[in-house]
């Protein structure tokens, strides 16, 4: 089984900034992606960023130009860099590895990291 494992999330004024880690661990054999998504109150989760093995990213467009998504493949980990924070940001963020096995790509979850954006 593969773990994830958030952190760096917490309450914040507009105009601030977080950054939240990810550290993968357990059967991880050949990553694919690493990313973020989130899921605001009454709403599907959806992405915010992700970026491959490889070091391309995929960056939603409400959050181009405050957020970047970086990671170190070496210890597995990813991380977002929240600038610039809106309380339209304000959600629960999950982190996300996607994996190659013997019958394809396999999706892995975190447990979520709350980021509330509040004055």
């Known amino acids: 089984q593969v773990q994830l494992v958030e952190s760096g999330g917490g309450l914040v004024q507009p105009g601030g900034s977080l950054r939240l880690s990810c550290a993968a661990s357990g059967s991880i054999f050949s990553i694919y992606s690493m990313g973020w998504y989130r899921q605001a109150p009454g709403k599907q989760r959806e992405l915010v960023a992700t970026?491959?093995?490889?070091?391309?990213?995929n960056v939603v467009d409400s959050v181009k130009g405050r957020f970047t998504i970086s990671n170190d493949n070496a210890k597995n980990m990813v991380y977002l860099q929240m600038n610039s924070l809106k309380p339209e940001d304000t959600a629960v963020y999950y982190c996300?590895?996607?994996?190659?096995?013997?019958?394809?790509?396999?999706?892995?979850w975190g447990q979520g990291t709350q980021v509330t954006v509040s004055s």
């Open positions: 996300n590895l996607e994996q190659y096995g013997l019958r394809g790509r396999y999706s892995y």
């Open positions: 970026i491959t093995s490889t070091g391309n990213t």
